[in-house]
């Protein structure tokens, strides 16, 4: 059976997301080996000296962009306003809370995951994450992450359920059953409630390392296995305005993964098939192995990180970038901010 074009675009958004959701992770991953320098005068070590009733409040952006011949258009983008209250501190570390207080989508590309965010939203509005961190400000613990697991699952079957109602055509090139099995997996565990906060590795993800006030060139492999060269540097800026405070300090880094063409075609077959139908998967590798074939361009993401932070260790400004080029035929953005709005501290 001959796929539709409308097939085939769902295809090729689906292929760039996977390989985007792979090699994201890999610019933060290596940040935190930076730790633990041995001249500790040219260090800043990111600690939080917090207190009960402390209370921060954020605006978080994601969103989607995509570059076709330096025409750039958006294609999604939600907007997200939330609380992080300092519940109770104690000599082992602290207490806080995040409570959710807004949430605006704008689905422009009438993006299944946008999709998916909106149904989800109405679901666990009301839902608070308690959490624990240790006297740095490192998190360690979700403490209601059973209850957090038992309102996730049962909202994302409702989602599930209206999702593939209102895109009947989804199921032909995502079944649910393999996409409705992983995502549920993902969220059985503690560990897999944290990944589902990921606002709190970004707000805390540094709390209890320390980074070179000198830029720190690396080359390595990442976490996935490819090479990888990273640039992190530190500095506490100069006051700006009213809201900056003396001892305010910023940390930025940036993650180059390159990747050939062969590449690129191994990481699909070891991927794709785990939720695509053996139809849609061969016609998307099919795909790939023609755009390919002979160039030596493969991929190249690049990682984009800024962290922000009060002198007190709270956080700031925290924003992430991530920008996926394959074989010169594909580039595409996606975006990640938190911003501090309000504060309250004791």
Not at 80 to 96: I, L, P, Q, R, W
Not at 255 to 282: C, M, N
Request: charged share 25%.
């Amino acid at each position: 059976m001959l796929l539709t074009n409308q097939r085939l675009q769902k295809m090729r958004k689906i292929f760039t997301f996977v390989l985007l959701a792979i090699l994201s992770m890999t610019a933060h991953a290596q940040m935190k080996t930076l730790q633990n320098n041995e001249n500790e005068d040219s260090t800043i070590a990111v600690i939080g000296y917090f207190s009960k009733n402390d209370t921060m409040e954020y605006q978080r952006v994601q969103g989607k962009m995509k570059i076709v011949d330096n025409d750039t258009t958006q294609r999604g983008e939600i907007t997200e306003k939330f609380m992080v209250v300092v519940t109770d501190s104690t000599a082992n570390g602290y207490k806080m809370e995040i409570i959710p207080l807004s949430c605006e989508i704008k689905d422009i590309d009438n993006d299944y995951q946008m999709r998916m965010a909106s149904l989800l939203w109405n679901n666990i509005k009301g839902l608070r994450c308690r959490f624990t961190t240790d006297e740095l400000g490192s998190v360690q613990h979700i403490e209601n992450w059973r209850e957090i697991r038992d309102v996730l699952k049962k909202s994302y079957v409702t989602v599930f359920d209206s999702l593939y109602a209102s895109l009947p055509a989804l199921d032909s090139v995502m079944p649910r059953k393999q996409l409705e099995s992983l995502t549920l997996l993902g969220c059985s565990t503690e560990d897999g409630i944290k990944e589902q906060y990921d606002e709190l590795d970004m707000l805390f993800g540094l709390h209890g390392n320390e980074v070179t006030m000198e830029p720190v060139e690396t080359d390595d492999i990442s976490e996935a296995g490819y090479p990888t060269h990273s640039r992190i540097e530190s500095f506490y800026p100069a006051p700006k305005d009213e809201y900056d405070i003396e001892g305010d300090y910023v940390v930025n880094a940036r993650t180059d993964t390159k990747l050939s063409g062969d590449d690129v075609k191994d990481l699909l077959s070891t991927t794709l098939g785990v939720l695509l139908t053996g139809e849609v998967s061969d016609s998307v590798s099919k795909y790939t192995n023609e755009a390919l074939t002979n160039t030596k361009e493969g991929m190249t993401t690049t990682n984009y990180e800024q962290y922000c932070y009060f002198f007190n260790g709270w956080p700031k400004l925290m924003q992430k970038i991530v920008e996926i080029n394959v074989a010169g035929l594909v580039r595409r953005i996606e975006y990640d901010s938190i911003e501090w709005t309000r504060r309250h501290w004791e």
